[in-house]
């Protein structure tokens, strides 16, 4: 079964201040993060579980999110029918925890 990736607003603006970021010290590494993180979200079309759930949210009883890793970087989303919507990209360098709890339990 084929899932269809969708990106939310919030995260398609999370990759775009990650790679200008990156941009401002080379422009090389910013092309090659942002291929690299937009591979790893569409290789959840084929396998949509294969992430994990995510930690921080287990210990809040939510189980629904999940997570890719591309580090540092967190791939953040959820599985409904046969789509996946990508939710955030978020530093795990950061509190991630506070930061998903007020955008997604909203």
Same mark, same amino acid.
């Given at each position: 079964?084929?899932? =269809?990736?969708?990106?939310?607003?919030?995260?398609e603006?999370d990759l =775009?201040?990650i790679?200008l970021?990156?941009?401002?010290?080379?422009?090389?590494?910013?092309?090659k993060?942002?291929? =690299?993180?937009?591979e790893?979200?569409?290789?959840l079309?084929?396998?949509?579980?294969?992430g994990?759930?995510?930690?921080?949210?287990q210990?809040?009883?939510i189980?629904l999110?999940? &997570?890719?890793?591309?580090?540092?970087?967190?791939?953040?989303?959820?599985?409904? &029918?046969?789509?996946?919507?990508?939710?955030?990209?978020?530093?795990?360098?950061?509190?991630?925890?506070?930061i998903?709890l007020?955008?997604?339990?909203?």
């Amino acid at each position: 079964m084929t899932f =269809k990736v969708h990106w939310a607003a919030i995260a398609e603006a999370d990759l =775009k201040n990650i790679i200008l970021y990156i941009a401002n010290d080379s422009p090389t590494n910013a092309r090659k993060f942002f291929e =690299k993180i937009k591979e790893k979200a569409s290789s959840l079309t084929e396998f949509p579980e294969r992430g994990r759930t995510i930690p921080e949210l287990q210990n809040q009883g939510i189980f629904l999110y999940r &997570e890719l890793i591309v580090t540092p970087w967190r791939l953040i989303y959820r599985i409904s &029918e046969k789509k996946v919507y990508i939710l955030s990209v978020l530093d795990s360098r950061q509190n991630v925890e506070d930061i998903l709890l007020k955008r997604l339990i909203k």
